[in-house]
């Protein structure tokens, strides 16, 4: 049937529809045979719903009973697998081989290929700037850093295929973006940063991050009405739609696969590969995928994501900020476990430190061949803009930071902006080694130590200063993400005018711990640590409905007031005050709720406060009720007959 706005697949009897004139407007990204694999893979999607309501009733039964995660049984069956918990642990599976391409990640850059509401010649410069950053990989985002605005997961796909098929649009595109990033090298270091740049677009590996499995698509859904899951969407259009162009080229098919709770969860991921790879003639394990360890339950079932994933699975990935909001989520119904600042909850400090060592030493395990995983390291936000001293600051921060994952063992990491390639890559170069396979570490054990070790606090600071952060920048994020920027550089608006303090890149992960933390603070009553002479608070005094309204209005404020470089003049009366409800209602809300994305992405595109309002409304309803989350496209437009 070619690209109409109905497919011809089937989930059950339900035929699956495309928005409006997306098919016919985007037949490039909804090419024939992406359309044909969507109508394979959508049986899956009644299996990840239930995956989805099973996760909500998990979290809430714990909550009843005050109950903490634990370790799976022994003896215990993974998902659909005949394999046991026990032989997971053992490494009695076969894994994956470590493909070429994937040997040396000194270095991973994150983003998207894509702007919000930008020609394509315009916007495809974000595809030119990661393919010439000098990074041995770019994770080219679907997920957290990728605006949902207008069609700009649509744009994402079109530009990431153009760039891999090396299009004229993307090589002119590419040929001014070398010379820019040259004039920065030569201001920055005094050389120039690339030789010969169409040389320099096949250093770089080319990676996808799909949307998680508690996200429904924007564009995609069942004909009757309800959602449908973004990651197979996310996971068809990028790889029917390249994998010849990649392979032709010698390179591997990559997925990042973000949020995955439980082994049963990578087992279905595990499903839908095989049956993609299956459906488009690829020998198994043809896709590789990197696990983000982003949910406190994954740490507890480690080695049987991995054995889950099989011949798919190549490695971790230690995020920090969505890790961080999992444990915040996860201990929401112990009233004594809270959190301090933000800031001091680094890779080092408390349940933070037994997280990243747990990682390390579950790659580090052999599998059935004797195979081990990559581990790629945490992110570094900092970008070198700002004042000489505090970019110099900043930056011995960045590389001090790079030489203590390095020397844990890490085989690469992240990074947020093309320019921190040039100044983190060389801790790797020096260091020499492709990567850290098979290092030796202490097995893995689950005793009760273990788990107690994964929600570990240690005595850190917890005050106004950090409350203003958390509120600055979940409002500025939660706006940026309404205005179409999910990765944009920010810091709190008391900072603004402060050069020596840098703005960081952030994403969504951003916006969700400073809510969670926040909601702690307040139904916890937490007490700050250090006294206060602007609200007259002191050490010991709690943290309460009345001092958090006075700080949201206070920061509300400072970012009505501020200039367009840091609060967009257009949003002041459109998105931002649509976020400051979001925000007021998350926090002050008696039953945590799961996702701040959740109340944002049901507003996307939507400048009526009053809209946003009932919304909000009808969101805390239905999950109140139920434990029922509001997850398809609000605004999705039916195609004409």
Known sequence: MGNDSALAASEGTRALEISGDKATAYKDVFTSAAVAALNALARFDALRKALMSARVERRADRARHRRRI??????????????????????????????????????????????????????IRNAAYALLSGADGWMFDGEDALGQVSTMSLDNQRNLTLAIERSGVFLEAAEQVAAEMNRWGHGYFGHAIIDDWRTQLDFTTTIFRARGLHLDDRHVRV???????????????????????????????VLYLPKIQTAQEAALWNDMLRALEEHLGLVEGTIKVYVLVEQLEATFQLMEIRAALGLHFVGFNTGRWDYINSVADAMAWDPGFVNPNIDAIVMTWGYM??????????????????????????????????????????????????????????SGKWVAHWKMVHIVRPVWEKAGELNQLGRQFPALTYTP???????????????????????????????????????????????????DVLYLMEDMATGEIRLSILWEWLHKAAALTEPDAATSMDVGDPFTPELFQRLLDEEYEKLLAAGDRNVHDDSKTTTLPIVR????????????????????????????????????????EAFNADGTRITENLNFERSAP
């Open 70 to 123: 634990g370790f799976l049984e022994p003896d215990a069956r993974i998902g659909r697998m005949t394999l046991t918990v026990a032989d997971a642990r053992a490494g009695a599976f076969a894994g994956s081989e470590i493909p070429h391409d994937l040997q040396r990640q000194w270095i991973q850059g994150t983003g998207p290929a894509a702007r919000p509401n930008a020609p394509l010649k315009k916007s």
């Open 223 to 253: 004909e009757a009405g309800s959602g449908f899951s973004a990651s197979i969407v996310d996971m068809c259009l990028y790889v029917v739609n390249n994998h010849e162009s990649l392979r032709r080229r010698g390179a591997s098919v």
């Open 353 to 410: 430190r037994n997280y990243e060592d747990r990682v390390r030493r579950a790659v580090n395990t052999p599998d059935a061949n004797g195979r081990c995983a990559l581990w790629q390291g945490g992110m570094e936000p900092n970008i070198p803009v700002g004042s000489a001293s505090g970019v110099a600051t900043s930056m011995e921060r960045a590389v001090a930071g790079a030489r203590r994952e390095q020397r844990e063992g890490a």
């Open 449 to 499: 130590a273990d788990a107690d070790g994964l929600t570990e606090l240690e005595p850190a600071p917890r005050t106004i200063r950090g409350a203003r952060d958390l509120i600055s920048v979940a409002l500025q994020y939660g706006n940026a993400f309404e205005q179409g920027f999910q990765a944009a550089a920010l810091k709190p608006a008391d900072f603004f005018d402060d050069d």
């Open 581 to 620: 409800e979001i925000v007021e209602t998350y926090v002050t809300a008696d039953a945590k709720l799961p996702w701040y994305i959740d109340l944002l992405n049901i507003n996307l595109d939507n400048h009526d406060r009053a809209v946003a309002r009932q919304r909000i409304q009808r969101f805390l």
